[in-house]
Nanobody, 126 residues
Framework: QVQLVESGGGLVQAGDSLRLSCAAS????????MGWFRQAPGKEREFVSA????????NYADSVKGRFTISRDNAKSTVDLRMNSLKPEDTAVYYC???????????????????WGQGTQVTVSS
């Protein structure tokens, strides 16, 4: 079983930056593919970014490409999402997810991830 705990959410203004962090349990974190998803009010959950294990290959949704950066620290079992140039449309609950099977390419599909955190709220005011 893998437990994920997100932190770092909050209320910011458009153009600001924010860093989300996800702490994971599990002795083989280094072999997990990790992802971030988000769900805005009234909308379905959507892919934001993911990072593979090993090579650290990254994947980003078009809507965040160039503004968000995902990174991981295997020694600390954490994965971060650095969000720059935030927009009101980035407002959502952000979820961390883990794929313990360790897909070779970080998937943008929810079904690829077996474990999920509780989420952290990010609100961007205009």
């Amino acid at each position: 079983q893998v437990q994920l705990v997100e932190s770092g959410g909050g209320l910011v203004q458009a153009g600001d930056s924010l860093r989300l962090s996800c702490a994971a349990s599990g002795r083989t974190f280094g072999r997990y593919t990790m992802g971030w998803f988000r769900q805005a009010p009234g909308k379905e959950r959507e892919f934001v970014s993911a990072i593979g294990w090993g090579t650290g290959i990254t994947n980003y949704a078009d809507s965040v490409k160039g503004r968000f950066t995902i990174s991981r620290d295997n020694a600390k079992s954490t994965v971060d999402l650095r969000m720059n140039s935030l927009k009101p449309e980035d407002t959502a609950v952000y979820y961390c997810a883990a794929d313990a099977q360790g897909l070779s390419y970080p998937s943008n599909l929810e079904t690829a991830y077996e474990f999920w955190g509780q989420g952290t709220q990010v609100t961007v005011s205009s």
